[in-house]
């Protein structure tokens, strides 16, 4: 069966760095785009970046664009998600998807951005 598993997530002070890795399992990695999205305290979930299944194209939401960048290895299933200067509004659970918003999801991981 497909799955999705998200690490990488915790606490950092504003201005700093984290990336996230989603590891996939159960189809065909490299033939499908993958994307991350974020859900904050009573927000909706957003799309945060996208990626191609060759990786030649990606998308960002304005919010993260020039500071975000989503990566993927299809040699190694993964799918990375590297944010710098975090700020604190980046605070939220992050999710690994594919298929869109009735495909499938990763657990999520918490990201906090605090000082």
């Known amino acids: 069966q497909v799955q999705l598993v998200e690490s990488g997530g915790g606490l950092v002070q504003p201005g700093g760095s984290l990336r996230l890795s989603c590891a996939a399992s159960?189809?065909?990695?490299?033939?499908?785009?993958m994307t991350w999205y974020r859900q904050a305290p009573g927000k909706e979930r957003e799309l945060v970046a996208a990626?191609?299944?060759?990786?030649?194209?990606?998308s960002y939401a304005n919010s993260v664009k020039g500071r975000f960048t989503i990566p993927r290895d299809n040699a190694k299933n993964t799918v990375y998600l590297q944010m710098n200067s975090l700020k604190p509004e980046d605070t939220a659970v992050y999710y690994c998807?594919?298929?869109?918003?009735?495909?499938?999801w990763g657990q999520g991981t918490q990201v906090t951005v605090s000082s």
């Open positions: 159960g189809f065909t990695f490299r033939s499908n785009t």
């Open positions: 990626i191609s299944s060759a990786g030649g194209s990606t």
């Open positions: 998807n594919t298929l869109g918003k009735e495909g499938y």
